[in-house]
């Protein structure tokens, strides 16, 4: 148990669908994230959310939308996107967007677009 | 310019030998330094980290990591392997939310 839940923990969608990726933590952190972790790739941060306002968005393509209801939960909606897409999503929390805070990890979710 | 590097894609250590993990990081004020680990399949889990105080810094699992500004590195160490810590490890930095591009470490029985 990591204390940040993502859901679904697989999925398959195709370019014309519109899907969204769940996080959920109850660890009473105030910010989350959205990172990217492709092969052979570092990384890569896709949003910022803390207390519950997007703080960061690191010119990601509008075909990923963010929302963030509440300081428990995050989505990261996903509709026409390309097979480069295909990654593993992780979703991550902290105290607080300082810099001094270490992130508590999902288990990500596995993105395949075909 | 990348902030953090990993200068190891893929380390291979026998179990029981030491193991070292390279990370450097480019000049900047205070370097909010972490390692984390990622076993296949799941998340990332924070093993340690350094913004001040002692250089030497204990984390859970049996790793330290030691801070070297002169050299601006944040190796981390552990004197005896475990099957079980196969692995990618990754450095980062907290002032530039960076992440490293990783070590894969393989443990040989």
């Known amino acids: 148990e990591t204390g940040v839940t993502q859901t679904p923990r697989h999925l398959v969608m195709g370019m014309t669908n519109k899907k969204s990726l769940k996080c959920e933590q109850h660890?009473?952190?105030?910010?989350m994230y959205w990172y990217k972790q492709s092969a052979k790739k570092p990384l890569e941060l896709m949003f910022v959310y803390s207390l519950e306002e997007r703080v960061e968005n690191n010119s990601v393509p509008s075909r990923f939308s963010p929302e963030c209801p509440n300081s428990s939960h995050l989505f990261l909606h996903l509709h026409t996107l390309q097979p480069e897409d295909s990654a593993l999503y992780l979703c991550?929390?902290?105290?607080?967007?300082?810099?001094?805070?270490?992130?508590?990890f999902g288990s990500g979710t596995r993105l395949t677009v075909v | 310019a990348q902030s953090v590097t990993q200068p190891d894609i893929h380390i291979t250590v026998s179990e029981g030998a030491s193991l070292e993990l390279r990370c450097n990081y480019s000049y900047g004020a205070t370097p909010y330094l972490f390692w984390y680990v990622q076993s296949p399949g799941q998340g990332l889990q924070l093993l340690l980290k350094?913004?001040?105080?002692?250089?030497l810094v204990q984390g859970i699992k049996g790793f330290e990591a030691e801070f070297k500004r002169s050299q601006s590195s944040f190796n981390l160490r552990k004197p005896s392997v475990h099957w079980s810590d196969a692995a990618e490890y990754f450095c980062?930095?907290?002032?530039?939310?960076?992440f490293g591009p990783g070590t894969s470490l393989s443990v040989i029985p």
């Open positions: 991550a929390s902290s105290w607080s967007h300082s810099p001094g805070d270490g992130y508590t």
């Open positions: 980062a930095r907290g002032d530039k939310v960076i």
């Open positions: 660890l009473g952190h105030n910010a």
């Open positions: 350094y913004f001040s105080g002692d250089t």
